[in-house]
């Protein structure tokens, strides 16, 4: 019987624990032993659960117990996180984690104390929830090189973007009823400003190019600023909009970016709603690849945290080659020179479209009468700017569109 | 250097060479090893290749070659795949084959044999082409209790039905046009009449829940029968056609089939067009995940060998734990006992309609006049046989509903 530590009895520590329970035989034929919570560390008691005499409010309860030789890590947030999983890696003790803003800052850190203990690091839920992503990434696809990767990789956003789409509810309204199912925080800007989906993204390009892209070198844009009228204006280039993470491969070095983008209709990603999520990875000799899942939630998120647990049960000797290095100030590229069509909402006075070869009016049944929209050729950001800026144009909005 | 051979030098096997080639530094990196293609056997000599002095005609060969750690297998067939593929396993060699209807036909076996030789036996690339799937089904979620899975697994066929769907060509013009882009073989009748896609739904069953599910256990359907009527009317049901393949948990047994069925346009399988494949997988704590991408082609699926090969140098000390038992002629469950909802189309005249109740009366512009067309509640195969024998109508055609 292998003994683990669950840090954190929040949503997916307690879902851990009850996939632990509910499919203890399953997961034991699949480990090879069966596998035991010897220690939950939290604040706050459960007295009235069945396993209530296993919490702690100690790490040092888990840290300095040598049975446990996996520790789950479940609290989210950079701090006590990083203290307590670096702790525990250089204890001798693997560990796995569904923390994001944790592996997204700290992984490079962390993969390489874990290599240096001869010790597994394992993060499979911190990007997609339950979906298969990184491991398939890092494994199955391992005779490619990676060029791009694009993700709907936050389900709150994509449930409030399926709502102002199909319901017609502006963002406040989406916002309030994500809320009151429980899908946004009180908070929510972790989500509609893009934060959450940038650590992922960050986690996805780090794993497949084998370098920290770290979240504060990728331009992140939120959903904040979008209307209908903008969700109308995507319907009328045949797509929908849907807040995107994506690096792209452009030499030795990478472009990665976070903002709402139209997607085209005939692209799978399109037809990603309510809160799942979906990755599409590109690679040179199998193309084009999207995995699709729930992103989030307890049970999902935990049957991700327990298959890389049964993982490190089977891999106590040979350590998993799951690695990448420390990244580098100049290796992410400027966000001025990322290079995509974008659409264009103006003041319908400023006379901007006059200025403008190779581009396309864009309007709709019912389109604001003062203004004008225009879809742009492949333009990079800077010259997206100077253009406004010389034509004098007054910007309502600017949507890129997502060209694969 | 890790020496390997392959067997079959056609669309796959060329391939593999090609992407070991291209891709190996990348590959040496992931693998921590160079891997070489040794040996290639082929019946035909390429003397204008670089790598023509690899070439040869004769198993022995690469058999008898204790240099030689890893054969791959991409000829195609029961015979003579089975029986090198044995050979090499029973002579240490662990093994990567591209080939559906030697997993499908013999899994169990060779991988028993594997096992007691302590060698691997990995097949990625036999379903899904480049789609990274039975690696993910085992591993990452391997949590999970999966209840279901359905996919499109041919990207002849579907190619077929997209155009029939899109372009308004009936049965024959696309097949003719598949043909003639290389998608369908002369012979199409594997790919057409559902055997590709049936061998492709047993491996998926046997990984999932351990035991063999062999080919002629499966209801297999093809797509010949299908008209332009057929996929109007499932446009009106607000579904599309697609040939799926479908394993369902029903205690401790399982229904299989492959047919055409109509998908919902609210399920993500719906919108996967052209050559290109998806397999659902429904788990009790992940709910459903979809994976996607190119099924077949030369450099998808060489993908996927080599992915397997990389894994294999891995793991030549620790075996991986895939694995699944003999089968047993009980274990699939009887045809005439599935259930869905079925479109039964009949001869007008006949008063079939009449007869039942709960049934959903479908139609479109343009519907053959001399006929009717409804929808059922879910019933058994067998109470819709029964349904039409009594009320004696004359059955046009019948197209099952995919209930999720």
Redesign the interface.
């Known amino acids: 019987m292998i003994q683990i530590a669950v840090l954190g009895h929040g949503v997916v520590g307690s879902?851990v624990v009850e996939?632990l329970g509910?499919?203890a035989a399953?997961?034991a034929h699949?480990?090879?032993e069966g596998i035991e919570v010897k220690r939950i560390l939290d604040l706050r008691s459960f007295p009235d659960l069945p396993y209530a005499d296993r919490f702690t409010t100690s790490f040092d309860d888990i840290v300095n117990d040598a049975d446990i030789r996996i520790v789950v890590e479940t609290m989210g947030g950079l701090h006590p996180a990083y203290d307590y999983v670096k702790a525990a890696l250089e204890n001798g003790k693997s560990v796995v984690t569904s923390n994001k803003e944790l592996v997204a800052a700290k992984g490079d850190e962390l993969l390489a104390i874990a290599k240096k203990n001869n010790l597994n690091f394992l993060f499979?839920a911190s990007v997609g929830g339950?979906?298969?992503i990184l491991?398939?990434l890092d494994?199955?696809?391992?005779?490619?090189?990676v060029t791009e990767i694009a993700g709907i990789l936050n389900g709150t956003t994509n449930f409030m973007l399926t709502r102002m789409l199909g319901d017609n509810m502006d963002f406040d309204e989406a916002l309030a009823l994500a809320q009151s199912l429980g899908y946004a925080e009180r908070d929510p800007s972790a989500d509609v400003d893009g934060h959450d989906a940038c650590r992922k993204i960050c986690i996805l390009a780090s794993l497949a190019f084998g370098k920290h892209v770290y979240p504060d070198q990728v331009h992140t844009e939120g959903i904040r600023n979008l209307t209908l009228a903008d969700v109308a204006y995507a319907a009328a280039c045949d797509s929908v909009i849907k807040l995107i993470g994506r690096v792209v491969v452009d030499g030795d070095k990478v472009h990665s970016i976070v903002a709402p983008m139209m997607v085209p209709n005939t692209c799978?990603l399109s037809?990603?709603s309510d809160v799942f999520n979906a990755v599409m990875v590109r690679?040179?000799?199998?193309?084009?690849?999207?995995?699709?899942?729930?992103g989030a939630?307890k049970?999902?998120t935990?049957?991700?945290?327990?298959?890389d647990?049964?993982?490190e049960v089977?891999?106590f000797?040979?350590r998993k080659?799951l690695y990448w290095e420390q990244g580098a100030a100049d290796y992410v590229l400027p966000a001025a020179t990322y290079t995509c069509r974008s659409l264009l909402r103006v003041k319908a006075a400023d006379g901007l479209l006059e200025n403008l070869s190779n581009v396309q009016v864009v309007t709709y049944d019912g389109a604001p009468a003062d203004e004008l929209a225009v879809l742009t050729e492949p333009m990079t950001e800077d010259a997206v700017d100077a253009l406004i800026r010389e034509s004098g144009a007054t910007l309502i909005n600017r949507i890129r569109m997502m060209d694969l």
Do not use: M, W
């Open positions: 879902g996939v509910q499919n399953h997961i699949k480990a090879g499979e339950g979906i298969p491991r398939p494994q199955c696809l391992s005779a490619n090189n799978l037809g990603v690679g040179d000799a199998v193309g084009d690849t999207v995995f699709y899942g729930r939630g049970l999902p935990a049957s991700a945290v327990v298959a647990v049964i993982d089977k891999h000797k040979a080659y």
